[in-house]
Every structure is written in C-alpha cells, then in structure tokens.
C-alpha cells in the first residue's frame, strides 16, 4: 500500500462526506487506503460512510479519545509507505494526492511534508509554522509580530516574509493535513498523547526533526481546509482551554519548568491584551459575537490566570475557578 489515509471523526457527518468524496474523485495513480477512526460519533456519521464509501474501514472506538490518541488507533491499523493525517474538514483538490506522493519520493531525506492549505475563500491559510519560542509568543502576544518585516530582531514568524509558494523545509505542518512517512511515525510511536488537542502536530514534527529527518513543504499539492467546522467551533471555550493546557505540556516537554512558567506569563498579557481591546470595541460597536468573544477570552483569562502550570502537567491540578461555562469536551 503506497498512502494510507487518515481520518478521525467525532460526530462530523455534515462535512466528512464532502472530505471523502473529494479524495476518491481527485486521487487518480495513488494506491489508497482510507482510515476513519470514530470517537463515538452519534450523528450517524459511521452508517452513511459505510453506505456510501464501503471501500473505508471505519474504527468505531465508542468514546472520544480526543485527536492524538484517536489518530493513532488509525495509524496503528494502516499499511502504507505514507500516512496523511487528515482533518475530516478539508477538501483534496484534483491531483493533489498524486502529487504529494510523488513528492515525497523525491524526498527520501525527509520525515514529514507540508503543503499549501487554502481557507474556504481561496486565501493562503499559513499552514507552515515555526517552532515555539518564548521571545516569539512575547512578539504575538503584543501585536509585534509585523514589525518583522522591517528588522529580523522582531520576526516572532520565521516565515512571515514567505507566502507559501515555494518549496523549502520548514519546522512543522499543521495537523490539518500532515504527510509523515510511515516507518518513520511508527517508529516515533505516532503522537504523544498527553496533547490530546492542539500541539500534537507541532510535537509530532519536532520529534521527526529530532530523530534526524526534515520536514520539507511543497506548494505544488493544495488543499481547502475550511477550519472551525469539526468539533473546534462547537464548544469554543473548552477548546481554548485545552490549547493552554496543551501549550503548557509542550513547552514543560521542550524548554522545562521555568520556560512553561515563563510560558504562562505570555499567555495572561496575550489575553488581557485582547480581551481590552474587545472590551472597547464592545463600548463602541456592541453585538453578540463580540460579547460571546469576551466570553471566552475572559474565561480563559481567569483559568490562565490561576492555573500552576507546573502542577497541571506533572500533577494534573486544575485551578479553582468561577467559569459558568462548560471548560471540558464531552466525552
């Protein structure tokens, strides 16, 4: 088997049918096999893909086991030389596959590959990112980040003066549509799975470059990826919160207990920053989206705020806190 395809689905009916009609009408040379693990959909996601796409081998898991644990059951059932982590939100564009494949063996050096994701109006997503760093997330935080195309002193984005339409390496690829050769993410043990939402991709690519292979990116191979349509967009303040909570094991995993501390000041003035700003856009122009955005960005404010980040990854402690919202994903 050349590809094996990825798909994990929790209760994405309205959209993994899309994703899979495009893969079977667009992928032409490629030897295919199309994998939806399911964390227990309940909207009948799994009988229509069996009516419809008999030819998928659907993991029914029964719960959620969130996005790093419940790729990897796919990735352990998959055979192929490549394996495409997908999202059940995109849409393969004609040929892509083919080309993806095709690059690839033209890349043995390399682990992992990129390529250029679109959002739903033909716009440049930036799926290509850079490594995290301390000084970088200080440069986002405070809307600095643009002053990097005037001096490299203030790059917060390696990339920011690249458009994403020439091939190069890169440092990670947005889980979104990630191509990792299978031996090597076998060998890697697929994601780690503390990052059940969020920073797993980034996690996955740092350990590819650690055990000796780049991640290159090619712009010859597009996908739509027309994001917040999974489970991201249905419960927007526990998924933020799972961010932090992820942002917090990565940077313990990578820069220790004084980089993850140092990681959750950023976070607070990250917050606050924005938070003032909507907060004044709300006195001038007020409406509902901008309240429910004060809504969460409030809520994940006041969790960041009194949260140990040391004692959450080595311990589990949560903080004590007033949110009146729901803070976790249903399982």
């Given amino acids: 088997m050349k590809l094996s395809i990825i798909i994990l689905c929790w209760n994405d009916l309205k959209i993994i049918v899309d994703c899979l009609s495009s893969i079977y009408s667009n992928t032409h040379s490629t030897e295919i096999e199309v994998i939806v693990s399911d964390n227990g959909s309940t909207d009948g996601s799994c009988a229509v ?52 494949v095709n690059f690839a063996d033209r890349h043995p050096e390399a682990g992992g590959f990129g390529c250029r994701v679109l959002n739903s109006d033909g716009s440049y997503q930036g799926s290509a990112r850079p490594f995290p760093t301390i000084w970088r997330e200080w440069l986002a935080a405070l809307y600095l980040r643009p002053l990097g195309y005037l001096s490299d002193t ?21 889980g979104c549509c990630l191509l990792v050769r299978g031996e090597v993410l076998k060998r890697l043990g697929g994601f780690d799975e503390q990052f059940y939402y969020y920073y797993e991709d980034l996690d996955l690519c740092h350990r590819i470059w650690d055990a000796g292979y780049p991640v290159v990116y090619t712009p010859d191979v597009t996908i739509t990826h027309l994001g917040g349509q999974s489970t991201t967009g249905r419960f927007p303040i526990a998924f933020a919160l799972d961010k932090y909570r992820n942002r917090y094991r990565y940077f313990y995993k990578y820069f220790g207990r004084r980089g993850v501390r140092r990681c959750r000041h950023v976070s607070i003035a990250w917050l606050l920053v924005r938070g003032v700003g909507y907060k004044l856009a709300q006195y001038v122009r007020p409406s509902d989206a901008l309240r429910r955005r004060l809504q969460l960005y409030w809520a994940a404010t006041e969790w960041n705020w009194r949260v140990d980040p040391v004692q959450l990854v080595e311990n589990g402690k949560e903080p004590e806190t007033r949110l009146q919202v729901p803070i976790q994903i249903p399982q």
């Fill in 154 to 174: 203030f790059v917060s984005d390696k990339y920011i003066r690249w458009n994403g339409e020439t091939e190069r390496s890169i440092d990670w690829q947005s």
């Fill in 49 to 100: 893909i069996h009516k419809n796409f008999p030819q998928v081998r659907v993991i029914e898991n029964g719960i959620n086991l969130r996005f790093g644990k419940g790729n990897n059951v796919g990735i352990a059932a998959s055979t192929g030389e490549y394996v495409l982590i997908l999202n059940p939100d995109t849409i393969i564009h004609e040929g892509s596959l083919d080309r993806f």
